[in-house]
């Protein structure tokens, strides 16, 4: 998990006032020249309903990552990084585990991976329901007629 937008990169150290903090651990950590940390500005960027969320989602390809989630909502949008930061924590503590929870996604919190539940539609659950039961009547009309010869093999070595 990268922990910074996609248009923040290591590999420039020209971006817009964002300079890197630590690149020795192997991690590199982005910060501005002013902090002005607003929840508010995230706002704008999160769909307020889980269907809108959960349309995002579909667009996507999965599984994704809660980084990838968050550039796709921002996305053409270059906020400060502390709005995307923002984004990022909800998404990852609040609307992916509640959409994991009513069943749309999967998330795996601890690797902040994200995949749409493939849900089939009411049609191809009843076409499936359906042969499942054309199957299971199959199955019980041979069973019936294995026993009906079976009896009448009996009934015609007995009086023959």
């Known amino acids: 998990m990268r922990l910074t937008p996609f248009w923040l990169c290591s590999t420039s150290a020209d971006s817009t006032g964002d300079s890197p903090d630590d690149t ?3 991690v590199t950590i982005y910060h501005t020249e002013t902090s002005d ?8 960027f999160v769909p307020e309903s889980n269907s809108e969320l ?8 999965t599984p994704a990552t809660v980084d990838e989630v968050a550039d796709q909502l921002i996305n053409p949008a270059r906020p400060p990084v502390e709005t995307w930061a923002t984004v990022h924590e909800r998404l990852h503590q609040h609307r992916l585990p509640e959409l994991d929870a009513t069943g749309h ?32 009547l199959l199955i019980f009309l041979i069973a ?5 010869l079976a009896l ?3 009934v015609f070595t007995l009086f023959v």
């Open 37 to 44: 940390f607003s929840s508010d500005g995230a706002a704008e």
């Open 144 to 148: 019936v007629s294995v026993s009906a």
């Open 105 to 136: 996604i999967e998330f795996d919190e601890e690797q902040g991976l994200v995949e749409r539940r493939t849900v089939r539609s009411d049609a191809a659950s009843r076409h499936s329901s359906s042969r499942s039961a054309s199957r299971g």
């Open 152 to 154: 009448a093999f009996l």
């Open 54 to 61: 959960v349309a995002i989602l579909d667009e996507m390809e």
């Open 24 to 26: 020795e651990s192997g």
